[in-house]
């Protein structure tokens, strides 16, 4: 499934090159591992998509004694540009020849010469003053200015500075700063057990929770080998379409708050609600955590509350038909959205995009179908893919989606209300520790988490790649060309999370 | 003497006093068409009075315009009012000037407002005073143009005598050219009062904004003055809507017979025409700012046209 290939530093953009079949193979992740007190070097993670449908891992090595440095791959692959400056920052490895090599995590005035993922870091350092982020003037001209927006913003909505280039009200450039409430979450897993470490990872973000707990669940099942019961299965795909639900149907009625379209702003925050009180009602929590756990789901649901769940999607699915209907028929909501924050495929390829912003701009990618976990193989369900990339097409991606969701929950319903079964196992990971990676496909898009045991089976790395940190930057070249006043608009449609950043 | 200084205070206390009401009542109502119960009636009043009582800050980098500009605006705002007849036609300022006076006032605030979101230099400031603009120099003709068309029926821009003459020829005045100027004045209105199409006042997006981007280096008193010039705009705007469109059951003067009728006919109009604008706000969504020139264009069209029809028959 996954094919491993290991490379000198200096042969990383050649060896890059061949795994990714010339960039035509996604880059899904990268990262780095300070393992000098394993074998005294430091290795880099590239996961790659195979051609035969599985995943290909490349990794190299750089000698802790040798100069901390190795090629960049950015100008070959131009989704590794955010990567390569987080672990320049993070590890204080240099990816000679970056074009763009500014601090992306770290924003003054953090010191020079601390590297939090390092090892020998240990406590973070005082760090006084004031943030000061420092912004070349991207681009000069008559008549063009500067329009700084944030990081704090008058809703209430996480920290991002940008900063747009404009002439008039037409974006010309848009410089996104993000990473303002970095929480050292890989590195504060980083010595605890894998029982311990599911109670941070779920909480990456609020409305992945249960894809990030899914996600690492399923690595530390396959390092110790263990299948988990099929009826955890079940009720874990269960619980990651009821999210997908509660995001995207939130995420139609923000487009159309976006553009002050109150009617369908207001009934899909109805209806959203109604779908976050069953979750609570279900599992106790709004944001259906505490239920995922490695080696299975911590509360079975039987019974009563099946049939409450069937109940509440029959209701839902035509009550969301008519928000729909609502929304098309409304010409002067449907002008605003149509040809707006186009992201062209090609962009989307390079920076290899996940999640409904990729299948928006014709991209047919889904991790649920492609690389199957938990039972979706034996599901049946639909990847609605668009062409056009604008709001409009992220938009109605959206709704087709919430209606395959749907289904998937009646399958899943109808599988638990017939079988009985355990839903939980006891995982016994090896003496020897051992690595594994760990996907599930969230409602923005493929979160891959990495998890490494070490010899006490206490987590040695962790790596979070979570859906938002690819689609971030394609956000900013969607802009571009757009007006300013319609960049909300933009930002909503794609849905991204900063928290996923700040892990 | 003794009935003009009344009726100047009558009516600068119903301006003033009103305004908050007419915003609440359109908020309610737009919040009970989204399924939403929506803030209290009188929640605008308790913001205002909130607003008074604060301590502004006031940004280093602004000058005195700053903190002159919303007393400008205000009086600005409320003597425009005072011109305008609300439910007696013999309004406190009528001697003092028609209804060019009101558009020019309501410029004036404008370029105030505008300039003042300028004085501390933030982006959003410029941002909301470069649309303003843009946009007011397609709303005032837009205005004028809408304005003109019941002139010319009336042969006066005397608004006192407008809104008698339009009363007394009750269901006569009927007719097609009419028609055409209350949908030229509509779009006036909903632009003027800066709402959904073309600004939405209660959007927290602030590089959506127009009118509330001019605000935003504003708080305590200062904004207060501002929010509630904004109120007593929008009932200035609807009060030149009735007294055009709408005037029957206006009452001449304050010693005349009927006022009564004529207040709770008054107060009636009001309600209906925020309902109208809840309705509107409901059903639409903002258009593209690029599109807001078109939209404005279409009512001088239509205000071109009722024109060319007063000219004709």
């Given at each position: ?223 110790a080998g263990t299948e988990v019961p099929l009826r955890a299965q079940y009720l ?268 | ?271 209906l025409l925020a309902a109208t604008l809840a309705v509107v706000e409901t059903l ?30």
């Amino acid at each position: 499934m996954m094919k491993v290939k290991d490379t000198p530093v200096a042969g990383l953009r050649a060896a890059a090159n061949a795994v990714s079949k010339s960039g035509r193979l996604p880059l899904r992740a990268m990262f780095a591992n300070d393992e000098r007190s394993l074998n005294g070097n430091y290795v880099l993670y590239l996961l790659f998509e195979a051609e035969d449908g599985g995943f290909s891992l490349l990794t190299s090595r750089i000698d802790a004694r040798q100069p901390l440095e190795f090629p960049s791959l950015t100008t070959l692959l131009p989704a590794a540009a955010w990567y390569e400056r987080e672990i320049h920052d993070l590890f204080g490895l240099k990816p000679t020849g970056h074009p763009d090599l500014q601090p992306l995590v770290l924003h003054e005035p953090w010191p020079a010469d601390c590297f939090p993922l390092r090892k020998d870091f240990t406590a973070a350092p005082e760090v006084g003053g004031s943030i000061s982020v420092k912004h070349p003037v991207a681009v000069h001209g008559e008549g063009v200015f500067e329009v700084p927006v944030g990081p704090i913003h008058a809703g209430i909505i996480e920290p991002g500075h940008f900063r747009f280039s404009q002439a008039g009200e037409n974006v010309i450039r848009l410089d996104p700063t993000l990473f303002y409430t970095h929480r050292g979450i890989e590195k504060s897993l980083e010595g605890l057990p894998v029982e311990r470490a599911i109670y941070r990872i779920e909480r990456t973000c609020g409305v992945c929770s249960v894809s990030h707990a899914l996600s690492f669940s399923q690595a530390a099942e396959a390092i110790a080998g263990t299948e988990v019961p099929l009826r955890a299965q079940y009720l874990r795909v269960l619980l990651a379409e009821l999210e997908r639900l509660y995001n995207h149907i939130g995420d139609v009625g923000n487009i159309c708050a976006g553009v002050g379209f109150a009617v369908g702003a207001s009934q899909a925050a109805r209806q959203k609600e109604t779908l976050m009180r069953f979750n609570e009602e279900l599992t106790g929590n709004r944001f259906l955590r505490g239920m995922i756990v490695p080696g299975g789901v911590t509360t079975d649901i039987g019974g009563e509350l099946i049939r409450h769940a069937s109940s509440l999607i029959n209701a839902l699915l035509p009550d969301f038909k008519d928000v729909v209907e609502i929304m098309e028929s409304n010409a002067g909501f449907i002008d605003r959205c149509r040809q707006t924050g186009v992201l062209p495929r090609q962009v989307a390829a390079d920076l290899a995009v996940v999640g409904p912003a990729a299948r928006a701009s014709g991209i047919d990618a889904d991790f649920r179908r492609d690389h199957p976990y938990a039972v979706y193989d034996q599901l049946e369900f639909k990847v609605p893919v668009r062409r056009h990339g604008d709001v409009e097409d992220r938009l109605w991606l959206r709704v087709s989606e919430v209606r395959e969701s749907c289904e998937l929950i009646r399958q899943a319903l109808a599988f638990l209300a017939s079988q009985k079964g355990e839903c939980r196992t006891e995982l016994t990971f090896p003496a020897a520790g051992g690595s594994s990676f760990g996907w599930s496909e969230s409602a923005r898009g493929a979160n891959i988490h990495w998890l490494m045991l070490d010899a006490n089976r206490r987590i040695y790395r962790y790596a979070i790649r979570s859906a938002s940190y690819p689609n971030w930057p394609a956000v900013a070249l969607a802009a571009p060309g757009n007006i300013i006043p319609d960049f909300p608009l933009i930002n909503k449609s794609f849905e991204l999370c900063y928290a996923c950043l700040d892990r | 003497m003794l009935q003009t200084a009344f009726g100047l205070f009558l009516q600068t206390v119903l301006l003033i006093g009103l305004a908050p009401l007419v915003q609440g009542l359109v908020k309610k109502i737009k919040a009970r068409l989204q399924n939403r119960i929506g803030p209290p009636l009188l929640q605008s009043y308790y913001e205002i009075a909130k607003d008074l009582r604060k301590q502004a800050v006031i940004s280093q980098h602004a000058s005195w315009f700053t903190r002159y500009a919303p007393y400008i605006v205000w009086s600005c705002i409320v003597t425009a009012g005072l011109i305008v007849p609300s439910f007696f036609a013999d309004s406190p300022l009528g001697f003092a000037g028609d209804v060019l006076m009101v558009i020019y006032l309501f410029g004036t605030a404008r370029i105030f407002t505008a300039l003042a979101a300028l004085d501390s230099g933030s982006a959003f400031g410029g941002m909301g005073s470069s649309r303003e603009m843009a946009i007011g120099a397609i709303i005032e003709p837009a205005l004028l143009l809408a304005v003109l068309g019941v002139c010319l029926a009336g042969k006066t821009t005397v608004l006192s005598q407008l809104a008698l003459q339009v009363a007394g020829q009750s269901w006569d005045f009927i007719d097609p050219a009419y028609g055409l100027a209350v949908l030229a004045m509509l779009i006036v209105v909903m632009a003027e009062t800066g709402r959904i199409p073309v600004d939405n006042p209660d959007t927290h997006l602030e590089l959506t904004m127009i009118h509330e981007a001019m605000l935003l280096e504003y708080s305590g008193r200062y904004l207060g003055l501002m929010m509630w010039a904004a109120e007593v705009k929008q009932l200035v705007v609807l009060n030149l809507f009735i007294s055009l469109f709408f005037p029957w059951g206006i009452a001449g003067g304050l010693a005349e017979a009927g006022l009564a009728v004529s207040l709770l006919l008054y107060l009636l109009k009001l309600a209906l025409l925020a309902a109208t604008l809840a309705v509107v706000e409901t059903l639409y969504a903002k258009v593209r700012l690029f599109k807001v020139p078109p939209l404005l264009s279409s009512s001088m069209a239509l205000s071109v046209l009722v024109i060319i029809l007063r000219i004709v028959m």
